[in-house]
């Protein structure tokens, strides 16, 4: 069995695959284990998997109700469409981390063959920051504001109900009233009942896991692939200027040309992830900002939308921070490579250099767009464009609404 020390990457996100199984995510057996990643085993036959298939069925019956309510009886309108869209991203993303599960025996044995270089001397290094705990607090801090953020949700929708129910009508049971009016789409074909409120509200907490969890998924990838990176060049600052012998700059070659596979390994799994993610996150950061200008709403729910608006700018920032690392730690072996000597110069050398500098070190989704620091300011970028467009357009909300009739947007 291997040491709990081992700094590797498994070890590190296995407590979020074991937290994710709660959501239907990764059904893995042997996860409860920390020992090899031969203990890890992908079951057809088991109850995981099952929740899984439970999820994948409920989540497309909730995309085509909502479909079809919207066509039928309501209208599509804004708040369908982003409902619809919500739905579609997550439930693609939900059965994308499926494929991974499946393959995640195969994907974290290629990872520690590639990685486990970095995971002795020279490179091994003591410190506090280990990857386990870098991710540890990244993946808590995401997840506890998650959980605050769905907290202030659950409770601006009580408190817009419970007023509706003392100050206009109570003769309709409250909780029967307030699920028939959250999940409205279900309740117009099924008859109300508590194991269809359950039903329905463990499947709309998987689809929030899973938008939170793609963006926490890619995090972990590029935490992990940023550290080889910088493991490899803090090992390499030894060499800085010094006369070093060939054979040396070839193991060194070696090494990183196993990041950079692994990059590039990572990359072809990460692709379908990284592009719903950034589909999603760029769609509704778009929409709450137009939304911020369409509507006015009770002091508690505007603390809710403004709170929720700030994490899922916040969220999609970390993770374009954490991924872009990937690239930007890439290059920072080029600081000793200009170091290194004339007489030492070597095709090694000049091999390693042209890796660092012309190698594709970063993850793309699936070739559209690369994680890089230019994208952080494009879309900041867009984001001020759109929000003056916004500023311009906003219609004058200063009319009296009803709130017993409805008008008033609960958030």
């Not at 060049?233 to 196993?258: E, F, N, P």
Request: proline share 2%; net charge neutral; glycine share 4%.
């Amino acid at each position: 069995m291997e040491s709990a020390r081992i700094d590797d990457f498994h070890q590190s996100v296995r407590p979020f695959l074991l937290l994710s199984q709660l959501f239907s995510l990764f059904p893995l057996d042997g996860l409860f284990r920390p020992g090899t990643i031969q203990d890890i085993s992908f079951r057809w036959l088991s109850f995981r998997t099952a929740y899984s298939f439970y999820f994948f069925i409920s989540g497309l019956g909730t995309l085509v109700l909502h479909i079809y309510y919207s066509v039928a009886v309501d209208e599509m309108g804004m708040v369908e469409i982003s409902s619809i869209i919500y739905y579609s991203l997550n439930l693609m993303g939900g059965l994308t981390f499926f494929y991974i599960a499946y393959r995640w025996k195969s994907i974290m044995g290629t990872f520690r063959a590639l990685e486990g270089t970095f995971l002795r001397y020279p490179y091994v290094e003591s410190s506090f920051w280990t990857l386990r705990r870098e991710t540890l607090f990244i993946g808590i801090t995401m997840l506890a504001l998650a959980f605050v953020e769905d907290a202030l949700h659950v409770v601006a929708v009580y408190h817009t109900h419970m007023q509706f129910y003392e100050r206009c009508d109570n003769s309709t049971p409250f909780w029967k009233r307030f699920y028939e009016t959250e999940h409205s789409k279900y309740f117009h074909y099924i008859p109300y009942s508590v194991p269809a409120v359950v039903l329905i509200e463990i499947t709309h907490k998987i689809f929030l896991f899973i938008w939170t969890f793609m963006d926490l998924f890619i995090i972990f990838v590029a935490l992990a692939l940023a550290r080889r990176y910088n493991q490899f060049y803090r090992a390499t600052l030894r060499y800085k200027g010094r006369h070093v012998v060939d054979t040396v700059w070839q193991q060194l070659r070696l090494d990183y040309g196993s990041i950079a596979s692994l990059v590039a390994y990572m990359e072809g799994i990460m692709s379908p992830i990284i592009l719903l993610s950034a589909a999603s996150d760029l769609f509704f950061i778009f929409y709450q900002m137009f939304n911020s200008f369409q509507f006015t709403a009770s002091p508690l729910s505007e603390a809710y939308f403004k709170f929720s608006l700030g994490f899922l700018i916040f969220r999609t920032l970390v993770m374009l921070l954490m991924a872009s690392n990937v690239h930007v730690a890439s290059l920072k072996a080029l600081d000793v490579l200009r170091s290194v000597p004339m007489s030492c110069w070597s095709i090694d050398v000049q091999r390693l250099s042209h890796e660092v500098l012309n190698g594709a070190h970063y993850l793309t989704g699936h070739g559209f767009f690369f994680l890089n620091r230019g994208i952080i300011l494009a879309m900041a970028g867009t984001l001020i464009t759109y929000e003056l467009v916004m500023l311009k357009e906003a219609k004058d909300q200063s009319a009296v609404e009803d709130f017993c009739a409805g008008d008033k947007r609960l958030y």
